[in-house]
């Protein structure tokens, strides 16, 4: 709060004493009111709460209030969106039955997509939950994988098994793989299906090309909610194919039930030193 509103900050007793211009002290009283209404409501609170608080009264965004915890994980941690970019992601997924999530790595698209994911089929949204990704090298050339179909494939979809992990016990999370309540598949294995009553995430999708992402998203079934994610700016399709994802935006802007965020570096949620390798690839680009 010091660094982000120009204010100093004491605790005297029971009082937070706040000097500063007259500006500065009124938004900090509205960061700390903002913070207060949420632990009142039982929130644990953390440093990126008071980030996001923080945003909200710099930008004048008045009637946002701290978001309400999506879903406890299987080791008691809240999880809700930590920054405003993910606050809209997450309310466009509520709202629309089609969400498209673009931007960098480490803006939580993944994490964010699997936790409404679980947590619709804990509520009972939803029967299944089908996690999907294509099957592109990151600039490697990794050749014949050993094993059967699972064995392959399974290095491409890791992500999502780190993200259910991180949610639900390991032997909750293979048995409802073995009973096909969640579903993780490479993006090829969904031609032909229509998926009803499922929960549809498309990760990396910026590796999808124009007619993959053409055959996903008409997989959409009644009952269905679905999010494609991916980073534009990380595409890995060989011999200069060109993404799907990298057009969405303008092709389903304006469509009804289609919702499209962008989120930036403010988003960011990994190491703070991933915002400045994202700012410094990004005056790259600009500089050629």
Same mark, same amino acid.
């Given at each position: 709060?010091?660094?982000?509103?120009?204010?100093?900050?004491r605790?005297?007793g029971?009082?937070l004493?706040?000097?500063g211009?007259?500006?500065a002290?009124?938004q900090?009283?509205? %960061?700390?009111? !903002?913070?207060?209404d949420?632990?009142?409501?039982?929130?644990?609170l953390?440093?990126?709460d008071?980030?996001?608080?923080?945003?909200?009264?710099?930008?004048?965004?008045?009637?946002?209030?701290?978001?309400?915890?999506?879903? !406890?994980?299987?080791?008691?941690?809240?999880?809700r969106?930590?920054t405003?970019? #993910?606050?809209?992601? %997450?309310?466009? /997924?509520? @709202?629309?039955?089609l969400t498209?999530? /673009?931007g960098?790595?480490?803006?939580?698209?993944?994490?964010?997509?699997?936790v409404?994911?679980v947590?619709?089929?804990r509520?009972? #949204?939803v029967?299944r939950?089908?996690?999907?990704?294509?099957?592109?090298?990151?600039?490697?050339?990794l050749?014949?994988l050993?094993?059967?179909?699972?064995?392959?494939?399974d290095?491409?979809?890791?992500?999502l098994?780190?993200?259910?992990?991180?949610?639900?016990d390991?032997?909750?999370?293979?048995?409802?793989?073995?009973?096909? %309540?969640?579903?993780?598949?490479? *993006?090829?294995?969904? !031609?032909?299906r229509t998926l009803?009553?499922?929960?549809?995430?498309l990760d990396?999708?910026q590796?999808?090309?124009r007619?993959q $992402?053409?055959?996903f998203?008409? @997989? $959409?079934?009644?009952?269905?909610k679905?999010?494609v994610?991916?980073?534009?700016? #990380?595409v890995? *399709?060989?011999?200069?194919?060109q993404?799907?994802l990298v057009?969405?935006?303008?092709?389903?802007?304006?469509v009804r039930?289609?919702g499209? %965020?962008?989120?930036g570096?403010?988003d960011?949620? @990994?190491?703070? *030193?991933v915002v400045?390798?994202?700012?410094?690839y990004a005056?790259d680009r600009g #500089? @050629?």
């Amino acid at each position: 709060m010091e660094d982000a509103l120009a204010v100093s900050l004491r605790v005297d007793g029971h009082s937070l004493v706040v000097h500063g211009e007259k500006n500065a002290v009124e938004q900090a009283y509205d %960061v700390v009111k !903002r913070m207060l209404d949420a632990a009142v409501r039982g929130v644990h609170l953390t440093p990126d709460d008071v980030a996001l608080a923080t945003s909200d009264v710099r930008r004048g965004n008045e009637t946002a209030a701290l978001p309400e915890t999506l879903f !406890r994980s299987n080791r008691g941690h809240e999880i809700r969106p930590k920054t405003s970019g #993910q606050r809209a992601f %997450v309310d466009s /997924i509520e @709202r629309n039955t089609l969400t498209f999530g /673009i931007g960098p790595a480490g803006t939580g698209k993944t994490f964010l997509a699997v936790v409404m994911a679980v947590r619709a089929l804990r509520a009972r #949204q939803v029967a299944r939950v089908i996690l999907s990704r294509p099957a592109v090298e990151a600039g490697e050339k990794l050749g014949f994988l050993p094993g059967d179909l699972k064995e392959k494939v399974d290095p491409y979809l890791r992500p999502l098994y780190d993200s259910l992990a991180e949610l639900m016990d390991d032997p909750l999370v293979s048995r409802y793989i073995e009973r096909g %309540v969640i579903e993780v598949a490479p *993006l090829a294995y969904m !031609r032909g299906r229509t998926l009803s009553d499922a929960f549809v995430i498309l990760d990396e999708a910026q590796n999808a090309t124009r007619d993959q $992402l053409k055959m996903f998203l008409t @997989r $959409l079934g009644s009952g269905s909610k679905m999010i494609v994610n991916g980073d534009i700016t #990380q595409v890995d *399709l060989p011999g200069g194919a060109q993404s799907g994802l990298v057009e969405a935006p303008r092709r389903f802007s304006g469509v009804r039930d289609i919702g499209i %965020v962008e989120l930036g570096e403010s988003d960011v949620v @990994r190491h703070p *030193l991933v915002v400045e390798i994202i700012r410094a690839y990004a005056a790259d680009r600009g #500089q @050629r």
